[in-house]
């Protein structure tokens, strides 16, 4: 049995990844900023299955010194999940939370000993696109971050900065670090729950509005997915290892994720609408996204177009789904899991509340 603190505990993924630790017999720290929700997170942590008087809940702030917190119990894991998660950002908001946050989490882990499991996102393995922005993996510092900031937007930006400066900080103070970086995150494999903020829910509102008239890029692009519950379940399966047994990176990517013109396609059928037939160049719709009135009646943000890309990134697939064979791991079916996030979006039951003691 752990002590581990877990950021972000209140989020889409944390809300699955708690239940999944506890129901291991951790004590599980959750990080929040209004400490008092520990009561609803309990409540839906016993529903989806978990132990509730294991979680307790620990006052922080991802952007003050320390993650704000007082004093901390001796922990042995930090998952790192806690991000501001929105598009329009501005840079130092961002960097405040998304990149501080991850820095003190690494000083954190130092301080305890900890192993630190920080969830990045899938464009950090994705060499080519790291390459463009100018990235420099090894020695972050060597980055024009501000040329990243105006290129991808504030919150991507943020994340990657984070990442690689928090990576590097771990190597230096000898901080064991394992980086989980998650494809674009659907709805849970048996019902399909997603929050409405959720890029997928957005994109499946928009589809189901009419909003999306055409398709993003050409056939060669595709949004990634992963199915929230197998992410939480890989997540929650790495605190039974030592770091040692365990990848530095984790691409949590269903390799089965199709081209993004499939994808709609699944989405427009499940959703009982027309699916989009003509390609729109990235290019030519990120020019007309700058038009804010356009942006909004499209309900479509140009930074959400960063995610939208041609690499596969078959390597560091194929060497996380060895990992996962090795420990009995497996992606659920994907098409089950699209045609699930569409229905839960049907039923109209997207959102946030944590009220409700159902696990969705
Ligand atoms: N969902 C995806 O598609 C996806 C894909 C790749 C990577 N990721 C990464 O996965 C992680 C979790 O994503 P998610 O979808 O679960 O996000 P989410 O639902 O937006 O949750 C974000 C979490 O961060 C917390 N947070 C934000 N600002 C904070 C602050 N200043 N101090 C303390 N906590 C703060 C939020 O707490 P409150 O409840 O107080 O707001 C919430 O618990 C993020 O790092 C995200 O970048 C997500």
Redesign the pocket.
Known sequence: MHNILV????????RWLSPALTQQGHNVFA????PERITELRQQCAARGGVAEHLQALA????LPRLGMQSTPALSHIYH?????AWGLSPAQARA?NVN?ALAAVELAAEHGAWLIL????MTENTAYLAELGINRQHPEQTDWARVYRATGAYEAS?LEGYFRAQALANAKGVAFTGVN????CGHSQHGSL?A???LAQLIDNLAQGRLRGIPGNAAHWLPLVSVDALAQLLAHLSQLSPAQVPPTLLALDPTSPNLTTLLGWLADDLQVPAPRHFVPLPLLRALLRIKPLARALATDPEGLAFIRPERLTDASDSTTAFMQQHSLSWPPLRLCVERSAQHYMQGSTGRSLSSASPC
């Open positions: 950021t972000g505990a209140s989020g889409f993924i944390g990080l929040l900023r209004q922080g702030d991802l952007t999940l806690g991000a501001q998660f939370c946050g969830v990045g996102g899938f994340k998650p494809a674009t995150v929050d903020q959720q890029p």
